[in-house]
Each structure stands twice: as structure tokens, then as C-alpha cells.
């Protein structure tokens, strides 16, 4: 199995920062692929970033040039830099991972239990 524990959510005023964490352990031979997703009360459970295997990075248009996904792959880490943070970026943060557990393994996609990242005025 694999665990993936997101932290570094918290409440912070509009133009703050914050810097989201997610740690992967468990058997892991692989990351295909890490994202964060999002999810607001009432709303769509959205992506936000995603980092592929080979590095690249894509965000949506709502997060780009404010947001900021990179990984540690010594430490199975991702992290999400958010900046200049605005009201609409309050939600519950999701970590998800698309992993190979063996060499020649199938693909399995685990998700962490959420952080909740609040924007106040």
C-alpha cells in the first residue's frame, strides 16, 4: 500500500503565502505522475497542479504564475508553493499520485486525506 500525508495547510490573509507538503510512503517503485487537486464547499473537486515523471509542470489557468509545484524524490515529496493567495483559493487541498508499486506493475492512483488551506479578507 501507499500513504500520502499532506501538510501545510492553515489560514492566511489575501497576498499571503503558504507551501503544502505531501510525503508518499509505502511500496513504490515509480511515480507516474503527483497532482493537487482542490475542492470548495459546494464545488467540483478541481485540479490545480500536476508534475509528470519526467519533471514538467502544468497548473490551471486560475493558479498560474501564483502557484508553484515541485518534488523531492529523494524524500518521495511533493510541495505546492501557493502566493499571493486569494480568497477563491480557499479549499481543501488534495494530494494525489499515480504510482508503480513493482517494475512491471500496474498503475495505482492513491490520494491523501486533504488539508484545508482557508484565504481571509
Known amino acids: 500500500q501507499v500513504q500520502l500525508v499532506e501538510s501545510g495547510g492553515g489560514l492566511v490573509q489575501a497576498g499571503g503565502s503558504l507551501r503544502l507538503s505531501c510525503a508518499a510512503s509505502?511500496?513504490?517503485?515509480?511515480?507516474?505522475?503527483m497532482d493537487w487537486y482542490r475542492q470548495a464547499p459546494g464545488k467540483q473537486r478541481e485540479l490545480v497542479a500536476a508534475i509528470s515523471s519526467g519533471g514538467s509542470t502544468n497548473y490551471a489557468d486560475s493558479v498560474k504564475g501564483r502557484f508553484s509545484m515541485s518534488r523531492d524524490n529523494a524524500k518521495n515529496t511533493t510541495y505546492l508553493q501557493m502566493n499571493s493567495l486569494k480568497l477563491e483559493d480557499t479549499a481543501a487541498y488534495y494530494c494525489h499520485a499515480v504510482v508503480r508499486r513493482t517494475a512491471w506493475g500496474p498503475l495505482y492512483s492513491y490520494w491523501g486525506q486533504g488539508t484545508q488551506v482557508t484565504v481571509s479578507s
Open positions: 509505502g511500496t513504490i517503485f515509480s511515480f507516474n505522475a
